[in-house]
DNA sequence: GGAAGCACTG
């Protein structure tokens, strides 16, 4: 890298500041070489104060040096980061004048990436530094007047966006509401992304007051964060307040997208009340308002919710009356309900008139019909409806595939279900932690213990970290097997993997010491257990009866 | 800046 960009610059200071890089990039000691023929020995040979003083003198000379060679680095990006990044590896200590340094740079190559992966970094170790990450902004302020601003703008919008990436919404409020004293605002998208992430993350409350507050801190919302708002009303249950970010929006001349108008028709779903979500996406439709799709797909949703079937229906096949086109995602939507309530023959049937117009069909369509035909116990026609589907040319991916690996394992064909895995792999489907734990299940329950447990291991091995379920259902398998302490041993394997077991996993394992006939085992876990809550009774009761031990579950109960 | 499905107990 130092020679390719040596040929963009070649003068005799270039010369300088190359000698000075290489010198740096050798190793964290080599800058004591300036003064010390042997810096190691010499520095064991005087105490510590005057080791700190020895250093800090020659650490502040080079940090100065540091900032001047990145300032002259600007017209070469390339040689002034790899320059940072070799300083950083090397553990010189960077100060915020050098992190200033090559913030300006990247800002003035338009590296965002790069920028944003630099505060990440930041704010992890921010710990382990001397400054705090507001230090920056001091030292970026000194810069020239004219860029400076701009910069600002750019490192707090920045800033905001990696805290709300790590969940660190106190330090992105922070640095939003910090903005306006140090005489600039960031823009409105920051602050979008901060109110629309806190609702996601169902901290509605705190996005509601940002929303209130913004003004005073000269932040203009647009037609997004309104739209923002009045989610977050929504979300609430406060309809009302969601109607008056309309008329906000009114006096503030900002006109309402197709984005807001559904978002509130959702509201209404979300809380029952899809007879009026509906109502309202009509009027708004007479009215010529701007409305999109996606509103029919909510106001469908809602009422397969809310199990009004013909109501949902009626919407799908009205609307090409009033000339709009329904989509996969509305079938989808019925589709997946009448599957779930057990209506096959409706939902196939939809799936065919879907077809019939042209609409093509996707795998999270056929895997809510595989699981519906999975819930009705026709395990067979799931195996024969994927072949069916595959056959058909259609992808199905890695759910599709559970489903019906589940169905042959509750088959007790879990060689058959193994046999898929391996097709998958085969089409060069990374399986995920759910196909193993389904598969782990199956041999259990065919009593191969043995073979679930290489299972677990082979998907450890492959890099996936199993969770609470795959545990679960492990532990169930080796307790219901007999295998009374490998099933505490795996508990600890848990413990130690940083997954906690919950009540499930306690119930797993009494009921499957029970089943098999290890009731004492399972009394001893149950004694031993440190906190009893009431599911674990019914643990214990239902491990009592599976064992015929009807008169200790009464006891117990 | 908005769209759905799969693994553990009852």
Not at 150 to 165: C, E
Request: include cysteine.
């Amino acid at each position: 890298m130092w020679v390719s960009s040596n040929k963009l610059l070649s003068s005799r200071k270039y010369v300088k500041h190359v000698s000075f890089i290489r010198l740096y990039a050798v190793s964290a000691l080599a800058h004591l070489n300036f003064a010390l023929s042997n810096p190691i020995e010499e520095l064991q040979t005087i105490d510590t104060h005057e080791k700190n003083l020895v250093t800090n003198h020659f650490v502040e000379k080079d940090k100065v040096k540091v900032v001047e060679t990145l300032k002259y680095l600007r017209k070469d990006p390339v040689l002034a980061f790899s320059f940072f990044n070799q300083l950083k590896e090397n553990g010189f200590c960077l100060d915020p004048h050098a992190y200033a340094a090559i913030v300006r740079i990247l800002c003035y190559w338009g590296w965002d990436r790069k920028l944003d992966s630099l505060l990440l970094e930041l704010i992890r170790k921010e710990r382990d530094l001397d400054f705090k990450i507001m230090n920056l902004f001091e030292a970026l302020a000194e810069g020239f007047e004219s860029e400076c601003s701009n910069i600002l703008v750019r490192v707090s919008d920045a800033l905001v966006k990696v805290y709300v990436t790590v969940g660190m919404f106190d330090e992105a409020i922070d640095v939003l509401f910090q903005t306006k004293c140090r005489g600039f605002v960031p823009h409105i998208l920051s602050c979008n992304f901060l109110l629309n992430q806190l609702i996601e993350r169902g901290k509605i409350d705190v996005a509601v007051n940002i929303y209130r507050q913004m003004k005073a801190f000269g932040l203009s919302p647009n037609d997004y964060t309104y739209t923002i708002a009045i989610k977050a009303f929504c979300r609430k249950g406060s309809l009302d307040e969601a109607v008056d970010v309309f008329r906000e929006m009114e006096e503030c001349r900002v006109t309402p997208n197709a984005f807001a108008y559904t978002t509130y028709i959702e509201g209404l779903c979300l809380h029952g009340r899809s007879d009026l979500g509906f109502e309202v996406l009509q009027a708004w439709i007479t009215a010529k308002i701007p409305i999109d799709l996606f509103a029919f797909t909510v106001v469908i949703r809602g009422f397969c919710n809310e199990m009004k079937m013909k109501e949902a229906e009626n919407i799908l096949h009205d609307m090409e009356k009033q000339g709009f086109a329904p989509d996969v995602y509305m079938y989808g939507a019925l589709i997946s309900r009448f599957c779930m309530v057990g209506n096959l023959f409706k939902a196939l049937a939809l799936h065919d008139e879907m077809v019939s117009k042209g609409i093509k069909t996707n795998c999270v369509i056929v895997s809510s019909i595989l699981l519906g035909l999975s819930h009705m116990g026709m395990a067979s026609e799931v195996a024969n409806q994927f072949k069916e589907f595959k056959e058909m040319g259609i992808f199905l991916d890695k759910a599709c595939y559970n489903v019906v690996m589940d169905a042959l394992c509750k088959l007790g064909k879990v060689e058959e279900a193994v046999a898929l895995l391996v097709e998958m792999k085969g089409k060069q489907m990374v399986p995920d932690i759910i196909n193993y734990t389904t598969l782990i299940g199956g041999y259990c329950l065919k009593g191969k213990v043995f073979d679930a447990w290489n299972l677990f291991e082979e998907m450890k091995k492959n890099g996936h970290k199993p969770d609470v379920i795959t545990y679960n259902v492990l532990a169930g398998g080796l307790s219901r097997n007999g295998l009374a302490q490998e099933a505490l041993n795996l508990l600890n394997d848990m413990e130690t993997q940083g997954v906690k077991p919950n009540t499930v996993t306690h119930n797993m394992i009494i009921e499957g010491l029970c089943i098999a006939g290890k009731v004492d085992d399972a009394e001893t876990f149950f004694d031993n257990l440190e906190e009893k809550c009431l599911e674990s009774y019914s643990g214990m009761v239902s491990g009592y009866c599976e064992a015929d031990h009807t008169k200790e579950a009464f006891d117990l109960f």
